[in-house]
Each structure stands twice: as C-alpha cells, then as structure tokens.
C-alpha cells in the first residue's frame, strides 16, 4: 500500500510532464502580428478617420536570398480589430519574408498602392530579439473617395493638396 502511495504521484506527475513537452513543442516558434485598414484619406498613413478592415486577406511570403524563389507563403485574415496574426513553426535566416496584401472585403476601399502592399518581418532568432512575436508594419488599402473631413485634417498634417 505505501508503494502504491509512491508509485501513483510518481506516474501521474510523469504523464503531466510529458504532456507539458509535447504541447510546448506544437507552439508556434514565430506569432507575426499585423493590422489592415482602409485609407479613407487617401494619405498613405493611419489618421483619426482611419477604418480597420475586418476579413481582410493577408500572405506571410518568404523568398530565399539567393534565388528569390518562395521557400514560404501562409495565408492570414484580419479578424474585427483589422488584425490578424499568422503562426510560424520554423525560422528563416536565409529569407526576406514579407507580409503581402491579398484582397480586401470591401468594394469601396480595395485599391492596392505599389510599395505600400508588403511589410516586411526578420524570422530568425540570430538579430537579437528573443520574442517569438513579431509586429509587421500596417498594410492599408486605398479609399475609392476619400471621405469629405479629409481635407481639413491634412491641412492639420500641412499636407493638403495646395502647391506651395
């Protein structure tokens, strides 16, 4: 009976451990977390008039070095903050990955500006950041027409469309 009572703790707290091993080991070695609006100014960045996009699609592609051929590409959508997170199990030093606009939901706020498009996002733990999550830069579509209060906001930015 008193080998029982050392026996039973003793496998169960093993059973516990190495379920803990195995559900660490299914974690993601990467999280990259980004958001998507809509540019309702038109202006090429985030203002108080801005629109996150709920159902926006997003692809996590990452390129080797050398080849410039896709080693990587994850899909991702914004969930109803306009964020959207995309888990990666592996690193990639030898990749410029990048997390590229796919599609948006809405037809009035679904033009895509060149350069505006990707963030780019380092996947490797050898540049000094210990986290495993990595915040991408805002990717934003562009407003068919900009909506009427955008003028005198930019002119509060001293970007209105006067030359001077």
């Given amino acids: 009976m008193a ?4 026996i039973l703790p003793a496998v169960a707290a093993a059973i516990l451990f190495y379920a803990a091993v195995a559900v660490a080991t299914n974690a993601p070695d990467y999280v990259i977390q980004g958001r998507v609006y809509c540019d309702t100014c ?20 990452c390129k080797h070095f050398g080849t ?9 959508v914004t969930d109803e903050t306009g964020t959207y997170k995309i888990e990666l199990k592996d690193s990639h030093e030898e990749d410029i990955c990048e997390v590229v606009l ?3 939901p809405r037809k009035d ?4 500006q060149a350069e ?3 963030a780019s996002v380092l996947l490797t733990r050898n ?3 210990c986290d495993g999550l990595r915040l991408a830069n805002s990717l934003s579509f562009f407003k068919d027409v900009p909506l009427p209060v955008c003028g005198a ?12």
């Fill in 42 to 61: 038109r202006a090429g960045f985030e203002t108080n008039v801005t629109e996150y996009i709920k159902g926006a699609k997003v692809r996590l592609e």
């Fill in 153 to 164: 906001l930019l002119k509060q930015f001293d970007l209105d469309d006067q030359d001077e």
């Fill in 127 to 129: 540049v000094g950041i």
């Fill in 3 to 6: 080998s029982l009572r050392i």
């Fill in 109 to 112: 706020c679904a033009e895509i």
């Fill in 116 to 118: 505006r498009d990707r």
């Fill in 102 to 104: 796919i599609q948006s």
């Fill in 68 to 76: 410039g051929a896709i080693e990587r590409a994850t899909d991702g």
